[in-house]
């Protein structure tokens, strides 16, 4: 696996690790509702989604950098399949955010664009690092 598929994902990686305690906990906060493009309407209704989420994505990121320590230092096949589930599990989360938006979940309607465009990037360069 080169160094651009490597960086994509471990940046990629840190990112969802990094958001996770943003969306778990801090959610209810105007600067993270801002953040995260959403309005705070209902925010007590959704507090339980947004734990979730941010708990599955930060372990995506955690099975990202695992699978990028046993390409280095491990099975480097076995390190190269975790890292594409886990970016493929990125993207595809990321395209559903986007899906969500489109069929008008999210509040306001567009305001998963940014997030959408933001976390689309690094997994497809990354899977499109490793193809090539």
Known sequence: MNAVAQLSAGIAALILIAVFPVEAFFIHR??????????????????????????????????????????????ESTGVTVVVVACIYMLLASLFMGIADALGYWLPHGGSVRGTIGSVVLPAVALIAIAV
Request: charged residues 15%.
């Open 30 to 75: 105007p600067e993270v509702q801002r953040f995260l493009g959403i309005e705070p309407h209902g925010i007590r209704n959704v507090h339980l989604w947004s734990f979730c989420i941010g708990a599955r994505n930060a372990l995506a990121g955690v099975g990202t950098l695992a699978g990028l320590w046993m390409v280095n230092f491990g099975d």
